[in-house]
């Protein structure tokens, strides 16, 4: 959650930073190394006037850049008060405890008992009867009355359909149908079905609940496996509410759900685990999107990194630079960015080693990390720019966070994972970059900037040359870059742009066993001509026609031939506008691609 600094740090686990601060910028450079977590100890905060707070100062109350001012202790010299005064309720993520059981329904006691069902199912005989033996064995000890209510309310079986019976007297208090449509071949069915459930589950207050299949029989091991999961992932997602901004925020009765008929033992009971690993990812990246932009800064979004690195400590390190650092990197691109802005720029660097074992390879996911974005000078305008949502803009970011967190559960052997992030925020000011400005990139290569409000791409270059300096062998960069990429696939898909059709057929599996939605966009050549510059490398905008593929060809001027790179523009599915809230996009799609590229990975297959 987006609520407080990282946690205690022992002798062993020391922040190192470098450089003094000054009156514009807190230059830091933080290097979080191994913590035997037996010595972790409470550490004191200093800041420049000596008051001393203890680690947990929330990071909603303070706007901290953080400075060195002694070898073993971290200072804050404070900037101002969180605009508005407003401040992140503490809020509990509920704990939902998992088990697959084998049980016949009819004795199951609980809170609710769900029931996935497709449109075949639904059918009934000449008597109105259920030809299905799971549904006609239960309507037969309610006595008709699944038959009836279905029958009364309409329901097919179609997706997004269910209804809810209250059965008073019975050891199930409720029964519910949930539709899973004419096919239940697709991961994010089962998703759907287990949000529905949750969803019904957190209206009736439910605290132990279960579901099963009307139809289970001819599924493989491998697909019972990865239709637990979908469904386990769904319900945690439909029962949780970011309620962390409202005065009186309502809290989830749920605590147990059962899995039915999908099998038992250990295999299954791991993949129910690596589920819950992969939502408190999804959950920590949503509450990241969702906080608005008085609260997360990008010095809060660094915080926000290092607690992953303190509390996964013995898997990852962490390296925050400032602007001197940056300066020295010459990134010349993401600077001018930054250079708006009260709130002061950090590079955010987190590293994954495996616990043992040989790393067999190197990934990097790059996110954009724009904590608002104005539009600079070109300042967003009209009803139609979303300025009001762009706290959103630092989606990729939160989605390559969220994946850290679930990498750091999960502990995947035999691949190192670097995690990128150039935060900053694009705001107006006499210091500001302006339109016709020429900026030059860590690489050497010069942009002349045309649209201020391209600027994502531009933290994006540095970003990139950055990851490539890694030794990196793979790149997959997330962002939510262009409104191109919305209208030509609207809220629901993600955009793929890469030049490797290996990566894009690792990535693109991912995705298919998460449910999240992609598609391979071309990345056309030609249209780099509306890209030069008569005084640059380079301009950092071409005309409104394709502009989510020249968006895409820029970014690879910035990323190293010999690496396998991906760029994916999830500017649409970012947000849900519906439930005005962030939908946590792209974390479990990066896990799974993760564990593609690991030492332990097997494809679940539906059959």
């Not at 509990?92 to 809170?111: C, N, R, Y």
């Not at 497709?118 to 009934?124: Q, R």
């Not at 995947?412 to 016709?436: D, K, L, Q």
């Amino acid at each position: 959650m987006v609520t407080s600094l990282s946690s205690s740090f022992g002798e062993e686990h020391q922040l190192e930073a470098e450089n003094t601060c000054s009156n514009l910028y807190c230059p830091i450079l933080f290097r979080a190394t191994s913590v035997n977590s037996s010595r972790i100890q409470e550490h004191q905060l200093e800041s420049e006037n000596n008051t001393s707070w203890t680690e947990s100062v929330k990071m909603a109350e303070k706007v901290t850049p953080l400075c060195y001012r002694r070898a073993k202790r971290m200072a804050y010299s404070i900037a101002r008060e969180t605009l508005g005064f407003t401040q992140p309720g503490q809020i509990d993520t509920p704990q939902i405890s998992f088990a697959a059981i084998e049980i016949d329904l009819v004795e199951w006691k609980g809170d609710m008992l769900g029931v996935g069902v497709t449109e075949k199912d639904m059918a009934k005989d000449e008597n109105l009867k259920f030809k299905n033996s799971i549904l006609l064995e239960l309507d037969k000890q309610l006595g008709g009355l699944l038959s009836e209510a279905s029958s009364e309310e309409d329901f097919t079986g179609k997706p997004g359909q269910s209804i809810v019976l209250r059965l008073p007297g019975h050891d199930s208090k409720r029964i519910g149908l949930f539709g899973l449509g004419s096919t239940t071949s697709e991961t994010a069915s089962y998703r759907i079905l287990g949000e529905r459930l949750g969803e019904a589950a957190k209206t009736a207050k439910s605290r132990k609940i279960a579901i099963t299949l009307s139809s289970s029989e001819g599924l493989s091991a491998e697909s019972k496996l990865a239709i637990a999961s979908a469904i386990a992932t769904g319900v945690v997602l439909g029962t949780y509410e970011d309620n962390r901004f409202k005065s009186e925020p309502k809290k989830s009765s749920l605590k147990s759900v059962e899995i039915l008929g999908l099998g038992t033992g250990s295999e299954i009971d791991k993949k129910l685990k690596c589920a819950e690993a992969v939502c408190s990812g999804i959950i920590f990246g949503k509450e990241l999107v969702n906080a608005p932009a008085n609260v997360l800064t990008p010095g809060i979004l660094a915080g926000e990194a290092m607690r992953i690195a303190s509390e996964y400590s013995d898997v990852f390190t962490a390296t925050i630079l400032d602007v001197e650092q940056c300066k020295q990197l010459k990134m010349g691109s993401y600077l001018g960015v930054a250079a708006a802005s009260a709130n002061p720029p950090h590079f955010i660097h987190l590293c994954y080693k495996p616990p043992g074992g040989a790393v067999k390879t190197k990934l990097a996911l790059v996110g954009k990390g724009l904590t608002f974005d104005s539009g600079g000078y070109n300042i967003k305008t009209g009803p139609a720019c979303y300025i009001e949502l762009m706290k959103f803009d630092m989606g990729g970011s939160a989605a390559v966070f969220g994946a850290a967190k679930s990498l750091g559960q999960i502990k995947p052997a035999g691949v190192e994972v670097h995690f990128i992030v150039a935060a900053c925020e694009n705001m107006i000011s006499g210091t500001g970059m302006r339109p016709g400005d020429i900026v030059t990139a860590s690489n050497g290569k010069t942009i002349e900037v045309n649209n201020t409000d391209a600027e994502g791409r531009l933290t994006l270059a540095d970003a990139l040359v950055y990851a490539c300096n890694q030794g990196v062998a793979k790149i997959v960069d997330l962002a939510t870059l262009t409104g191109a990429c919305v209208v030509a696939l609207g809220r629901s898909i993600a955009g793929v742009f890469t030049p490797s059709d290996d990566l894009a057929e690792e990535v693109l599996a991912a995705s298919e066993i998460t449910g999240e939605k992609l598609w391979r966009m071309p990345m056309e050549e030609s249209y780099w001509e509306s890209m030069k510059s008569g005084v640059a490398d380079m301009v950092n905008t071409g005309g409104r026609a394709g502009g989510a593929i020249t968006a895409a060809l820029f970014l690879k001027q910035f990323v190293d031939e010999k690496v396998q790179w991906m760029h994916i523009d999830m500017a649409g599915p970012v947000w849900n506008d519906k439930d005005k809230s962030a939908t946590g996009f792209g974390v479990a799609t990066l896990v799974e691609w993760v564990l593609i590229n690991s030492s332990q990975f097997q494809f679940p297959q539906f059959s």
